[in-house]
């Protein structure tokens, strides 16, 4: 059985025969902490928190939202807290660029996909690719390592669990589009928990649909064989199938199945598509009260990952706060930003209860920024409703963290992804190690909790932040 630190190696090696330029130098400077931890240091658990699309502004949004005066969330006084740029491969950043020029934003935008992979490869590539490298060649992810570790891996997500950050820390695939072919490879391949929105027969306000939609499950005969309970069996394991409510609170503790899928009654997001004003304030309109919350999703997953005495691997995604941004759905931004938070206390808290916390890599980051959320205080505007190049936040805790960042280079030179050759294999669950063209960087920034609180913004997408009741 491989140990941590092999699984690690793996990544690392993976990562090094890459180009200097198109390299991830925060995710593999955690990976090198992994590399040099041993024994009693090596981390047993690995989580990993994605808020999709939030920038520094999404975080600090929610922060104003709090009930506490100090707005702090459980992360903020970790230990390792960085602002991570999210190029794409032959993309670039330059800060001196970004204060000069505030259309820099808009250029060499990364999408989900491209971003997971440099996430959990350590290694970057274009858009659209999920762990595959511009050349085509499938990458291992952190999961499918972990996993030949013989640890137990899982996602959850608050949008379908084929969008591309969920499947790409599991599943190789060049499409991310492919969404009958990515659910068939994450429920054909070794996860252990599946849990995101896509129910065929509901809509995103939970009602019971005429017709079937089954794109985002892998199609009726996939689906059919996880309602019967024989999908797996000849496999890793049947799966147990979860939809209501009431399963995943009780799944939350106790004896579980060894392998779970959590599908909640509702088609595209858990609340963020709901009915109602969409500009409202946060909490404003009611919530879709018969499907789980993220955090409820999370406790439950952690309470199967922990039956497995040699450890687990984590994904917990916020993947509509780029859903709400993409709208400039302040409030509905707001209320995904805040049920991410209480997820990643969910967790916390129960890893303390567990007698985990010493043992568990903890990182909290975003994938990309989204909307270019912007103020003053108590006024918002997303200037854009696409991707932006903006720095986002990392927080990380736990062995393996380090208590260093890399050392920055700026700006990152760009590279060439276009001499690459694509793979004939569009789609793999279990890709060979290979070695790849692709790149990150992520420059320290001052860390400031300083506020403007005058002045007002008009135009679109423009409007008030409001505090309203959060959900737990």
Not at 132 to 158: C, E, F, I
Not at 286 to 291: A, M, Q
Not at 354 to 370: I, K, P
Not at 408 to 430: K, Q, V, W
Request: hydrophobic fraction near 40%; proline fraction near 9%.
């Amino acid at each position: 059985m491989a140990s941590v630190t092999d699984v690690s190696r793996i990544l690392l090696d993976q990562r090094l025969h890459s180009p200097g330029p198109e390299r991830s130098p925060v995710f593999t400077h955690l990976l090198t902490s992994l590399c040099l931890a041993a024994g009693a240091a090596a981390p047993r658990n690995v989580v990993l928190f994605v808020a999709d699309g939030a920038g520094f502004q999404h975080y600090e949004a929610a922060r104003l939202q709090e009930a506490d005066p100090t707005g702090l969330q459980v992360y903020d006084g970790w230990p390792v807290r960085l602002a991570m740029c999210t190029p794409p491969a032959g993309g670039t950043y330059d800060p001196e660029q970004m204060w000069r020029d505030p259309a820099w934003c808009d250029r060499d935008l990364t999408d989900s996909a491209a971003a997971i992979t440099a996430m959990t490869t350590g290694v970057k590539t274009v858009n659209g690719r999920l762990a595959v490298d511009p050349r085509g060649d499938p990458l291992v992810t952190l999961a499918q390592a972990m996993a030949a570790a013989d640890k137990s891996t899982g996602v959850v997500t608050t949008v379908p669990f084929v969008h591309a950050t969920p499947a790409g820390f599991a599943v190789s695939c060049q499409d991310r589009g492919a969404y009958l072919e990515i659910a068939r490879l994450m429920l054909g391949g070794k996860l252990d928990v599946v849990m995101g929105a896509g129910h065929p027969w509901h809509d995103d306000d939970g009602r019971r649909c005429d017709v079937a939609d089954y794109c985002r499950v892998g199609g009726a005969a996939t689906w059919d064989s996880l309602v019967a309970g024989s999908l797996g069996a000849a496999g890793e394991g049947p799966w147990s199938l979860i939809t209501a409510r009431g399963q995943f609170q009780a799944l939350a503790s106790g004896a579980a199945p060894r392998r779970v899928v959590g599908v909640p009654p509702v088609r595209e997001t858990l609340q963020a598509q709901r009915g109602g004003d969409p500009l409202a304030a946060p909490f404003a309109v009611p919530r879709n009260e018969d499907v789980p919350t993220l955090a409820e999703m999370a406790r439950a997953a952690l309470n199967v990952l922990d039956a497995d005495p040699d450890g687990f691997c984590l994904l917990i995604e916020g993947g509509a706060v780029d859903w709400a941004s993409h709208d400039g759905r302040a409030g509905r931004m707001i209320e995904e930003m805040t049920d991410f938070n209480r997820a990643v206390e969910a967790v916390m808290a129960g890893l303390d209860e567990r007698g985990l916390l010493g043992e568990t890599l903890v990182v909290v980051t975003a994938d990309h920024e989204c909307g270019h959320l912007a103020g003053p205080v108590p006024t918002y505007v997303f200037l854009t409703g696409e991707h932006t190049n903006s720095l986002v936040p990392l927080f990380a805790r736990g062995p393996g963290s380090g208590s260093s960042p890399p050392s920055p280079t700026t700006p990152i030179p760009s590279a060439d992804p276009t001499s690459t050759t694509a793979n004939s294999a569009r789609c793999s669950s279990a890709p060979p190690v290979r070695s790849s063209v692709c790149a990150a960087a992520a420059p320290m920034v001052p860390w400031s909790r300083t506020r403007t609180t005058a002045g007002t913004t008009e135009g679109p997408g423009a409007g008030p932040f409001r505090r309203g009741s959060p959900a737990s």
